[in-house]
T-cell receptor, first 117, second 113 residues
């Protein structure tokens, strides 16, 4: 079974630009979550999608957005990039079926390294 | 709100020595707990998880962790360190039924020959 695939692996953007990152979850997984990892703040939750609906959101400004498609693939978008947005962005998929069902582990992709210059 | 505290941003051990990485959590409900490992420029790999079954959990690569409710701890151990264990380790907590993880700041494990 293929793992979580994130594209691209590396990205360099200029301040003020926008960027879109892509995540293909493990086949059959319906929940996709995004995390930002920086040396200063560590791993921080961005948002989670389940069946094309955002069902949980972290404490990030509105410049960060995402969506999920009917095939469970997900994209996240960051508009008006700032230097502080430089980070490793990790996507995780989970076979969680619905709230109330016992949680299982999240499977992470290798991440997209975004550098804003 | 949940939180995770990992004591020690860096831990150094010699090859063959005991590995002990500390994790304490705060949660208003019985939590699910996880340990992940991250190698440079890689994503996170699950080592082990506690989901309210046995309190002593065995994971991959010889790691294990014990859930102690009275101490709100979930420390990670390995009897004998290998050079290949050098990596960053993250403890995480979630509410049962939810996919969202709250991570600790991470502990970098350094293994010397």
């Amino acid at each position: 079974k293929a793992g979580v695939t994130q594209t691209p692996r590396y990205l360099i953007k200029t301040r003020g630009q926008q960027v879109t990152l892509s995540c293909s979850p493990i086949s059959g997984h319906r929940s996709v979550s995004w995390y930002q990892q920086t040396p200063g703040q560590g791993l921080q939750f961005l948002f989670e999608y389940f069946s094309e609906t955002q069902r949980n959101k972290g404490n990030f400004p509105g410049r960060f957005s995402g969506r999920q498609f009917s095939n469970s693939r997900s994209e996240m978008n960051v508009s008006t990039l700032e230097l502080g947005d430089s980070a490793l962005y990790l996507c995780a998929s989970s076979p969680t079926l619905d709230r109330g069902v016992r949680n299982t582990e999240a499977f992470f992709g290798q991440g997209t390294r975004l550098t804003v210059v | 709100a949940q939180s995770v505290t990992q004591l020690g941003s860096h831990v150094s051990v010699s090859e063959g020595a005991l590995v002990l990485l500390r994790c304490n959590y705060s949660s208003s409900v019985p939590p699910y707990l996880f340990w992940y490992v991250q190698y440079p420029n890689q994503g996170l790999q699950l080592l082990l998880k506690y989901t309210s079954a046995a309190t002593l959990v065995k994971g991959i690569n010889g790691f294990e962790a014990e859930f102690k409710k009275s101490e709100t701890s979930f420390h990670l151990t390995k009897p004998s360190a290998h050079m290949s264990d050098a990596a960053e380790y993250f403890c995480a907590v979630s509410d049962p039924g939810y996919s969202t993880l709250t991570f600790g700041k991470g502990t970098m494990l350094l293994v010397s020959p």
